[in-house]
């Protein structure tokens, strides 16, 4: 393993943790709002929680765990192929819904109807707490790479 890529490991991992942490209390602030009934202020809220969930679900699968399968040299395949990966590694629990999370990121940057954006809004709040669990086991993998 090069030192270029562990300093990489380690950038993507603070990161991720910086990423997470901003999630975290974006996630704490709309816990408690009605996506239904939203002010411009709540509207505004779930912007940031969106912007955010999109913003940690892409360092963890589009960085993280590509780079986690480089260095345990696998091929690299697709994002499905990635995320299945990542189930078998234990660093995640569940391959399905990670898929689902990776296409809410997608609809998070490509949606403007506002029906949309409530269903995108209750989607966000269901996933942030599984995507949230992620980081930590991604950060003890990456030790035992490392040592």
Not at 37 to 56: G, I, M, P, V, Y
């Amino acid at each position: 393993m090069t030192e270029k890529k562990i300093a990489l490991l380690k950038q993507h991992l603070l990161q991720m943790h910086k990423a997470a942490d901003r999630l975290r209390w974006s996630f704490g602030r709309c816990q408690l709002l009605d996506v239904h009934k939203l002010s411009a202020e709540d509207e505004e809220k779930f912007e940031t929680l969106t912007a955010r969930f999109a913003r940690l679900s892409d360092i963890l699968i589009q960085k993280q765990l590509r780079l986690i399968d480089e260095l345990d040299l696998e091929s690299a395949g697709t994002v499905r192929d990635r995320i299945n990966r990542a189930e078998k590694k234990g660093l995640i629990d569940s391959a399905r819904d990670f898929i689902v999370i990776r296409e809410l990121r997608n609809a998070i940057a490509h949606e403007y109807e506002d029906q949309a954006l409530e269903q995108i809004h209750q989607q966000v709040m269901q996933y942030t707490p599984m995507l949230l669990e992620v980081p930590e086991r991604v950060e003890a993998y990456c030790c035992k790479i490392i040592g």
